[in-house]
């Protein structure tokens, strides 16, 4: 047989029951300043205090496990127009160029526009570092509190077709 036991916390406040609440206590008057004596300015707001984490070796619990190292520092919305507001992961290599100066690559983000990007050109997290004739490595900048490497490099290939050996 189970015992149900229950509290009631009404009883202690005065007035609760006969619905009278008591009126709140007047605030005592400030005392007046006297002639002779500085006047002191009132006391500030008492501000929060920052909050800041020592991980000392273990993870932000605030930061996500899902999505941990792909996320870019900045504001959501201050992205530069074209290639340079991309990410690395918002970028398809659909094709290579062989020109005088080497390859070129055509990149397709996911504005659906297509750009010619040459060795050295930058993306919103990273840097093209080398294109061959059939693949774009880019040094991608990692965001990542608990990686010692600071960059790593990210293969985009171009899809070979099924039949080909």
Do not use: C, H, W
Request: proline share 13%; charged share 20%; glycine share 10%.
């Amino acid at each position: 047989m189970t015992r149900v036991v229950i509290l009631v916390a009404t009883l202690a406040i005065p007035g609760v029951l006969s619905g009278q609440v008591p009126a709140p206590a007047p605030a005592p008057p400030a005392p007046a300043p006297q002639a002779g004596a500085p006047a002191t300015p009132p006391s500030p707001a008492l501000e929060p205090l920052g909050y800041t984490y020592d991980p000392e070796g273990r993870r932000d619990p605030f930061v996500s496990l899902i999505r941990r190292g792909t996320e870019v520092a900045g504001p959501a919305g201050a992205r530069p127009d074209g290639l340079p507001g991309l990410t690395t992961s918002e970028v398809v290599l659909r094709g290579t160029l062989k020109g005088r100066d080497g390859f070129v690559a055509m990149l397709q983000g996911i504005d659906n526009k297509t750009y010619l990007v040459r060795p050295g050109d930058t993306l919103l997290d990273g840097t093209i570092r080398t294109i061959t004739a059939d693949a774009v490595v880019i040094l991608q900048k990692v965001n990542d509190p608990l990686s010692l490497a600071t960059e790593r490099e990210v293969r985009k290939e171009l899809r070979q077709p099924e039949g080909a050996n």
